[in-house]
C-alpha cells in the first residue's frame, strides 16, 4: 500500500513543472519514435553502391546503382522510396543464373526491370512497372542479376535484349 501512495503523491506533488517535464518526454518519445520508422521505412538500403554502365546503340550510359547482394536487401529492395534519382539504380545479384520473378509491392516508383546473364547481356526489359502492383513480373527466363531504373529509362537509353550491362559482378 506504502508504494501506490508514494506514486500518487509525487504525481499529485509534481505540479505544473513535471507535467511539462512529462509532455516533454512524450514529445521525444513520439519524435524518436517517428525517426526510427523513418529509418526503418527509408533506411532499409542494399548492401553497396557503385559504377555501373549499360553499353546500346545510342551509347554507354552510366548509372551509380546500390547492389543488393543479401537476403534482406533483396527482398526490400527499392520498396518504401518516393524518389530515385535519373542516374540511380539497384542491382540485384543471385549466385546462380536461375528463372526469377518480381514485384511492385510497396514500391511506389515506376520502374524498368532489366534480367540480365551472367555474361552481362541483357535477356529481358520490363518496362514501366506499375507501382504498388502485386503481379509477379518473370524473368522469362535463367538470369543471374536484375536491374531496376527509373521507369521510361530503357526506353530513353534505347535498351533492347543483347545489350551489355558493364559491371565488376558481370567480369568473365
Do not use: Q
Not at 14 to 36: D, E, F, K, M, Y
Not at 90 to 116: G, H, Q
Amino acid at each position: 500500500m506504502t508504494g501506490g501512495w508514494r506514486a500518487r503523491r509525487f504525481s499529485e506533488g509534481a505540479g505544473v513543472a513535471g507535467a511539462r517535464a512529462a509532455r516533454g518526454r512524450v514529445w521525444v518519445i513520439a519524435l524518436t519514435a517517428l525517426a526510427l520508422g523513418l529509418l526503418a521505412a527509408n533506411g532499409a538500403r542494399a548492401d553497396e553502391f557503385d559504377s555501373l554502365s549499360i553499353v546500346t546503340a545510342s551509347g554507354v550510359h552510366a548509372f551509380k546503382v546500390e547492389i543488393a547482394a543479401s537476403e534482406a536487401a533483396r527482398e526490400t529492395g527499392l520498396m518504401h522510396r518516393r524518389y530515385l534519382p535519373a542516374d540511380r539504380g539497384m542491382l540485384f545479384e543471385f549466385d546462380r543464373e536461375a528463372p526469377v520473378s518480381f514485384w511492385m509491392k510497396n514500391t511506389y516508383i515506376p520502374l524498368d526491370m532489366i534480367f540480365i546473364a551472367r555474361n552481362g547481356s541483357v535477356t529481358r526489359v520490363a518496362a514501366d512497372a506499375e507501382p504498388l502492383s502485386e503481379a509477379l513480373v518473370p524473368s522469362g527466363g535463367p538470369c543471374a542479376a536484375v536491374l531496376e531504373l527509373n521507369g521510361g529509362t530503357a526506353a530513353r537509353i534505347e535498351l533492347k535484349v543483347g545489350d551489355k550491362v558493364r559491371h565488376r559482378f558481370f567480369a568473365p
